[in-house]
Each structure stands twice: as structure tokens, then as C-alpha cells.
């Protein structure tokens, strides 16, 4: 093969080599960002919450793919107000996963037990890499 030819080769296969690592690089930029859902609850029953739902809700977070990172029942305020007395955090990988289980039929039937212990107020948000 003349020198030119490959060449040619090399500099169209480098190319090709950085527009694939150039793709790569603008999908990983334009991954969704990891959503952390934060929920203070006000507890009426603590052992019926407990009992009844609590290992229910963190089943059903498992299984959609969520990730409890943090459950408090004396959360410590810091500044301003002080949060409901129960606090918990899960993780997601994105806002879609999250919506998903929230708004699965699963999660409608569990929430009955829990709204009978308890009021929830949830936000949630996008993580910053």
C-alpha cells in the first residue's frame, strides 16, 4: 500500500474514532440529572405508620428503582422553621423514573394505608453534577 493511501486511512479512521468519542461525550451531557424526593410527614399513629406502611412504602421505593438515603424522626433544624417531625429522602435516578412510581397504581393502593397515619408533603429535586 503507498504511503499516501495510508494516509488517508489514518486520518479518516481518526475521524471517525473522534466523532464517536464525541457523540459519547455529548450523551453523557445530556443525561438527566438524579432527582432527590424529599417528604416531611406528619405522623398521627407512629405504630401503625410503622407497621402497616412504612415496610410497604420502602418496598415499593426498592422496587421502582428509588433508593431511601435518609429517614429521620427528630430532623434537626439548622435555620428558619423546623421540618414536619418525620423527615425522608429518596434518591432517583431521574425526574421520569420518579414520576413513574409516583404515579404507579402500586403507590395509589400503598398511599391509603399511609394516609390513614399520617399527611405527606413531597418536592422533589434535580441534582446538580
Given at each position: ?29 445530556k443525561?438527566k ?10 405522623v ?22 428509588g ?18 417531625p418525620?423527615v ?5 435516578k431521574?425526574?421520569d ?18 394516609d390513614k397515619?399520617?399527611q ?10
Amino acid at each position: 500500500m503507498k504511503s499516501k493511501t495510508k494516509v488517508a486511512l489514518a486520518i479518516a479512521a481518526a475521524f471517525g474514532l473522534g466523532g464517536a468519542v464525541v457523540e459519547g461525550l455529548h450523551a453523557q451531557a445530556k443525561a438527566k440529572p438524579a432527582v432527590y424526593a424529599v417528604t416531611e410527614i406528619e405522623v398521627k399513629n407512629m405504630d401503625a405508620y410503622m407497621k402497616e406502611y412504612a415496610p410497604k412504602a420502602q418496598a415499593l421505593i426498592k422496587k421502582s428503582g428509588g433508593r431511601l438515603v435518609a429517614a429521620s424522626s427528630s430532623p434537626a433544624s439548622i435555620e428558619g422553621k423546623a421540618p414536619a417531625p418525620r423527615v425522608a429522602i429518596q434518591l432517583w435516578k431521574d425526574m421520569d423514573q420518579y414520576k413513574a412510581y409516583r404515579n404507579s397504581a402500586e403507590l395509589k393502593e400503598v398511599r391509603k394505608i399511609g394516609d390513614k397515619y399520617a399527611q405527606f408533603r413531597t418536592f422533589a429535586v434535580e441534582a446538580r453534577e
